[in-house]
Structure formats: structure tokens, C-alpha cells
């Protein structure tokens, strides 16, 4: 193994395992802490999955040492701690908190903190984060319903978080090639500052960045900062990148859409398919609280659909609905309730003979990854920058698209399904 990740949300994890697919390196997902069950021989890099976001940050920091200790142990050269591309945290936690207690197990001097993913429209310009061309407490992130992005200066925002001090290499820097960036970073160390933004305006700054990571035993970002690392390794050692399929082969079976998230790019994205005439079901929550819709219903309904189309249940609310759901049954409390409802639906519908899932939120992926028991996955062919197609190799045999809320075109659920190829029963 050359690269070892932790990463804060399964839909996170997927997406920086195709980054590092892309890249050239033989790339596997771990759900959750990895156990002395997962072989990693074959791999390339390693990316393991938590669920730690929005968790205690002292729960977040046990769950990301144990498991970088164990990709550490396997022999991971360079450890990568990932995080959403628009820097999701809440002044306790939890970026900070976990990239501190990573770099005092790593020893790592000096890390970085590069969100940046630039064909998603993330990019950061002295120090603040844009989504688009809006900054990032002009955008909808303003608005999440667990960590509200309300500042978009990510120097302010780590430093309420973090002991040590946080420091900025400027675009300008960035622009003069990885010697100035490796310069700014001794530079910056010898300030006294051990956390350090970096400015990233396109792809190219990214491949800039991670050349100047060369050697660093900590790198903290989006998955776009992994842009740049395999060509390090390629250089230093040497790796033969496995071909790449543009289609993916799926188990028989039935296909759904779970959506959890209520991200403006999800809500798009729902509708779009009932646009185009896709079977639809929303899961109420308030009905759901008080008993009046099940997971059992709501499983019943996809089952007694024709099975010609993916049916899509959905549980996605604007801001003002949302913050009236919230406001009643409390922030986290409804979510919870979404992601163990959907969970359970999926679980109805593995056991229904469905295979196919494509799933909209990386709270509500989590969830339903482990309702499902799956513990590792292989990388497919990307759907839309950040998004691919998975296959389960350990635990039951599933085809999963676990799409961040923010992320894929209006068309998304709609155009998936052409990337997979369908096995025969009897395969």
C-alpha cells in the first residue's frame, strides 16, 4: 500500500477512490474501521469510510486514529485525512480536531488543509472557499441542515477549531510551481503555523500542490487534493496502472433511488425524474414519525412499481420546509429518522431481490451501506465528477452509486444506469 485514507463519510470516500482510480493506483473502499478480515495486498491505496462528521469530535478523533493506525501498520506511506470539498464542519469539529490528533500520530510537522475540487466548483482564493461563483456563505451551503457554512474565510474557520496555528499559501505562490509551494510551506512552518490553506483555482493547482506534497506524511483535503499524489509515487516507485472500463458490470436484479439528501442539487435532481415520467414516492417524515408510513410502506410501494424503471423514494425539503421539520423535531432527530427509514427500506428491498441502488447523501449512504452489511467496495466508472459505480466484494453482491448531495447534473438519476452492464441470473 502507498496511500492510506481516512475520509469522513462514505459518499467522500467514493469519491476520492475514483480520484485515486483515475490516477492510476489499484484503489479499494473499506466501510467502517477496518479489521484484520480486509486484505489489502493488492491495493494501491486504501480508503476507509467512516460515518464521523457530524459525530462528537472526540468520537470522530478515536474512530480516524484507530483506523489510520491500522493503514499505517499495513504499510501506508502517506496518510490522507478527507473531508467534503465545501469544508462541512461546525466550530467544535470536526476537521480540526482530526487533522490535529492525525498529524500528532503521523509526526507530521507542517499539513495541509486544500478542500479545493475545482471541476465540482470548489475553489478557494485567499484563503475563502467559492461554490461557483458565489462564496461559500452566499451558496446553498449556508443552509445545511447539520453544519450550516455560514463564513467562507476557511483560515478563521479552522483556527476556531484547531490548537495550532493555522496558516494561507496564496494563489500567487501556488501559480509559481511546486518549488515556491514546498518553499511557502517551510516558510510558513517557520512562522510557527502547522495547518496551512492552500489556494486552488483549477486542476492544474491541484497536480501543483501534490507534487509539492512529496514526502509529506499528512495531507488533509477534498478528494481533488489527491489529484496530484499517485504521480509522486509513480516517480519514486513505480506502479502499473490497471485498465479502465467505461462500463461496469452489475448484478440481475431490480434497481431504486434512495434520496436523503436536501441539497439544492439533489432537489434538482428529483425534479428532473418526475419530469421525465420516473415513479416517485416522498417519504413524510411527519407521517413517518407518528406512524403513519413505514419503511415496510414505502418498500411495498418500489416492490409493486413496474419493474421497467428504477422507482425513486425521496425525503429532500427546501430550507423553509426543513427548518420548519427541524424546528419541531429537532435538527439531528430528523435526520435520524430519514436515514434509519431508508435504511430500512433498502434492506426491505435486498431482500426483495433488488441489486441496484443509487443513493443521493452521504448521511443517508452511510446508513444504508451498513443496513445493507457491506464492507468493501470495488471502483466503477464514473457517473459525474465524484460519483461512480461501485461493486460490494465483501457481504452481500450490490451495485451502489453513493452520490454526495451536492454533487451530479440535474440528469443524474436519470443517465446512471447506462454505465452498467447486467450479468445474467445465472452468471
Same mark, same amino acid.
Given at each position: 500500500?502507498?496511500?492510506g485514507?481516512?475520509?469522513?463519510?462514505i459518499?467522500g470516500?467514493?469519491?476520492?477512490?475514483?480520484?485515486?482510480?483515475?490516477?492510476?493506483?489499484?484503489?479499494?473502499?473499506?466501510?467502517?474501521?477496518?479489521?484484520?478480515?480486509v486484505?489489502?495486498?493488492?491495493?494501491?491505496?486504501?480508503?476507509?469510510?467512516?460515518?464521523?462528521?457530524?459525530?462528537?469530535?472526540?468520537?470522530?478523533?478515536?474512530?480516524?486514529?484507530?483506523?489510520?493506525?491500522?493503514?499505517?501498520?499495513?504499510?501506508?506511506?502517506?496518510?490522507?485525512?478527507?473531508?467534503?470539498s465545501?469544508f462541512?464542519?461546525?466550530?467544535?469539529?470536526?476537521?480540526?480536531?482530526?487533522?490535529e490528533?492525525?498529524?500528532?500520530?503521523?509526526?507530521?510537522?507542517?499539513?495541509?488543509?486544500?478542500?479545493?475540487?475545482?471541476a465540482?466548483?470548489?475553489t478557494?482564493?485567499?484563503?475563502?472557499?467559492?461554490?461557483?461563483?458565489?462564496l461559500?456563505s452566499?451558496?446553498?451551503?449556508?443552509?445545511?441542515?447539520?453544519?450550516?457554512?455560514?463564513?467562507?474565510?476557511?483560515?478563521?474557520?479552522?483556527?476556531?477549531?484547531?490548537?495550532?496555528?493555522?496558516?494561507?499559501?496564496?494563489?500567487?505562490?501556488?501559480?509559481?510551481?511546486?518549488?515556491?509551494?514546498?518553499?511557502?510551506?517551510?516558510e510558513?512552518?517557520? *512562522? =510557527? @503555523? &502547522?495547518? /496551512?490553506?492552500? $489556494?486552488?483555482?483549477?486542476? !492544474? %493547482?491541484l +497536480?501543483?500542490?501534490?507534487?509539492?506534497? #512529496?514526502?509529506?506524511?499528512?495531507?488533509t483535503?477534498?478528494?481533488?487534493?489527491?489529484?496530484?499524489?499517485?504521480?509522486?509515487?509513480?516517480q519514486?516507485?513505480?506502479?502499473?496502472?490497471?485498465?479502465?472500463k467505461?462500463?461496469?458490470?452489475?448484478?440481475?436484479?431490480?434497481?431504486?433511488?434512495l434520496?436523503g439528501?436536501?441539497s439544492?442539487?439533489?432537489?434538482?435532481?428529483?425534479?428532473?425524474?418526475?419530469a *421525465? =415520467? @420516473? &415513479?416517485? /414516492?416522498?417519504? $413524510?417524515?411527519?407521517?413517518? !414519525? %407518528?406512524? +403513519?408510513?413505514?419503511g415496510?410502506?414505502? #418498500?411495498?410501494?418500489?416492490?409493486n412499481?413496474?419493474?421497467d424503471?428504477?422507482?425513486?423514494i425521496?425525503?429532500?425539503?427546501g430550507?423553509?420546509?426543513?427548518?420548519g421539520?427541524?424546528?419541531?423535531?429537532?435538527?439531528h432527530?430528523?435526520?435520524?429518522?430519514?436515514?434509519?427509514t431508508?435504511?430500512?427500506?433498502a434492506?426491505?428491498?435486498?431482500?426483495?431481490?433488488?441489486?441496484?441502488?443509487?443513493?443521493?447523501?452521504g448521511e443517508?449512504?452511510?446508513?444504508?451501506?451498513?443496513?445493507?452489511?457491506?464492507?468493501?467496495?470495488?471502483?466503477?466508472?464514473?457517473?459525474?465528477?465524484?460519483?461512480?459505480?461501485?461493486?460490494?466484494?465483501?457481504?452481500?453482491?450490490?451495485?451502489?452509486?453513493?452520490?454526495?448531495?451536492?454533487?451530479?447534473?440535474?440528469?443524474?438519476?436519470?443517465?446512471?444506469?447506462d454505465?452498467?452492464?447486467?450479468?445474467?441470473?445465472?452468471?
Amino acid at each position: 500500500m502507498l496511500i492510506g485514507a481516512v475520509a469522513d463519510d462514505i459518499t467522500g470516500a467514493t469519491d476520492l477512490c475514483l480520484m485515486l482510480s483515475r490516477e492510476g493506483m489499484r484503489t479499494i473502499q473499506v466501510i467502517g474501521v477496518p479489521t484484520g478480515e480486509v486484505a489489502f495486498s493488492d491495493a494501491d491505496a486504501v480508503v476507509v469510510a467512516l460515518k464521523s462528521r457530524t459525530i462528537p469530535a472526540a468520537e470522530a478523533v478515536e474512530m480516524s486514529c484507530a483506523s489510520a493506525r491500522v493503514l499505517l501498520a499495513a504499510g501506508a506511506e502517506q496518510l490522507i485525512f478527507k473531508y467534503c470539498s465545501t469544508f462541512d464542519s461546525t466550530d467544535a469539529g470536526n476537521i480540526g480536531p482530526v487533522a490535529e490528533a492525525l498529524q500528532d500520530l503521523t509526526g507530521a510537522p507542517v499539513t495541509i488543509a486544500c478542500p479545493s475540487f475545482p471541476a465540482a466548483g470548489r475553489t478557494v482564493y485567499k484563503g475563502h472557499l467559492f461554490v461557483g461563483d458565489r462564496l461559500l456563505s452566499e451558496s446553498p451551503l449556508k443552509d445545511h441542515p447539520l453544519t450550516p457554512m455560514r463564513d467562507p474565510d476557511l483560515v478563521r474557520v479552522l483556527q476556531r477549531q484547531c490548537r495550532r496555528p493555522v496558516g494561507l499559501v496564496q494563489a500567487e505562490t501556488v501559480a509559481k510551481g511546486s518549488n515556491a509551494v514546498k518553499a511557502a510551506f517551510a516558510e510558513q512552518y517557520a *512562522a =510557527g @503555523r &502547522r495547518i /496551512l490553506i492552500v $489556494d486552488t483555482l483549477s486542476d !492544474a %493547482d491541484l +497536480r501543483t500542490i501534490g507534487k509539492a506534497c #512529496a514526502g509529506m506524511k499528512l495531507v488533509t483535503g477534498g478528494s481533488g487534493v489527491a489529484m496530484g499524489l499517485p504521480e509522486n509515487f509513480r516517480q519514486s516507485r513505480g506502479f502499473v496502472p490497471p485498465p479502465r472500463k467505461a462500463r461496469m458490470a452489475a448484478p440481475a436484479g431490480r434497481a431504486a433511488i434512495l434520496a436523503g439528501s436536501c441539497s439544492a442539487a439533489t432537489r434538482g435532481q428529483i425534479e428532473a425524474a418526475k419530469a *421525465a =415520467g @420516473r &415513479r416517485v /414516492l416522498r417519504l $413524510d417524515i411527519a407521517a413517518v !414519525a %407518528d406512524g +403513519r408510513q413505514t419503511g415496510a410502506d414505502l #418498500a411495498q410501494w418500489a416492490i409493486n412499481t413496474p419493474a421497467d424503471l428504477p422507482p425513486l423514494i425521496y425525503s429532500s425539503a427546501g430550507p423553509d420546509e426543513l427548518a420548519g421539520i427541524q424546528a419541531q423535531m429537532g435538527r439531528h432527530e430528523s435526520g435520524a429518522l430519514v436515514e434509519r427509514t431508508l435504511a430500512d427500506v433498502a434492506r426491505r428491498l435486498a431482500d426483495a431481490g433488488f441489486s441496484r441502488f443509487l443513493i443521493a447523501g452521504g448521511e443517508t449512504s452511510g446508513a444504508i451501506v451498513e443496513a445493507l452489511g457491506v464492507k468493501v467496495l470495488l471502483i466503477g466508472p464514473e457517473i459525474d465528477p465524484g460519483v461512480p459505480w461501485t461493486r460490494s466484494i465483501s457481504g452481500p453482491d450490490l451495485a451502489l452509486a453513493l452520490k454526495s448531495g451536492n454533487f451530479g447534473a440535474p440528469d443524474f438519476f436519470l443517465k446512471a444506469w447506462d454505465l452498467l452492464e447486467l450479468e445474467t441470473a445465472d452468471a
